[in-house]
């Protein structure tokens, strides 16, 4: 196990304070991509299988 050094409550504070307002974005940020992606991959999979479909129909 790791040891630590004396850490400053401060400091630390200031940190997580810092990284608050960031996540506040990006993880919002994050879901709407999340969001984009699937919906593409969804229309992508519908438009494949239409696709297939209308090919083994013309066969």
């Known amino acids: ?25 990006s993880i919002p940020i994050a879901i709407a991509a999340i969001i984009v992606w699937l919906s593409a991959t969804v229309a992508l999979r519908r438009l494949s299988d239409t696709t297939s479909t209308a090919i083994a129909d013309t066969d």
Do not use: G, W, Y
Request: proline share 8%.
């Open 1 to 25: 196990m790791s040891q630590s050094e004396a850490v400053d409550p401060s400091q630390l504070s200031a940190d997580i304070s810092r990284s608050l307002p960031v996540s506040m974005f």
